[in-house]
């Protein structure tokens, strides 16, 4: 199973942007989906995720009302949409991936695909 990012890059800061993770295999429904983060000198973190089955949804406090994580069918993929941009939302955005439910979809290690990770730099 592949999952295959896009979007990011250097934004100023309140703008928005959209980040796309698309997977190979399966439908994207049988997925619980989330979005971590890594800035430098930090530890991979997590932003948010979407459990499987198309259910509920979980964002860390920083960016709830501004970040949106929602499954898109048609591309068999999980859109990250984030506006109002910080400085502090500056990190490698990486999006994970495993197949059904699971207890715990905060933790890095309990993830078996992971993306390739995209780069977000928000700064004037």
């Known amino acids: 199973v592949e999952l295959v990012q896009s979007g990011g890059g250097s934004l100023d800061p309140g703008s928005s942007v959209t980040l796309s993770c698309a997977v190979s295999?399966?439908?994207?429904?049988?997925?619980?989906v989330a979005w971590f983060r890594q800035a430098p000198g930090k530890e991979r973190e997590f932003v948010c995720s979407t459990r499987w089955g198309g259910g509920s949804t979980r964002y860390i406090d920083s960016v709830k009302e501004r970040f949106t994580i929602a499954r898109d069918n048609f591309k068999n993929a999980v859109d990250l949409e984030m506006v109002a941009l910080k400085s502090e939302d500056t990190a490698v955005y990486y999006c994970?991936?495993?197949?059904?439910?699971?207890?715990?979809?905060?933790?890095?290690?309990?993830?078996?695909?992971w993306g390739q990770g995209t780069q977000v730099t928000v700064s004037s």
């Open positions: 295999e399966g439908s994207i429904a049988s997925y619980t």
């Open positions: 994970a991936a495993t197949w059904g439910p699971m207890q715990d979809d905060t933790a890095v290690d309990h993830y078996g695909y």
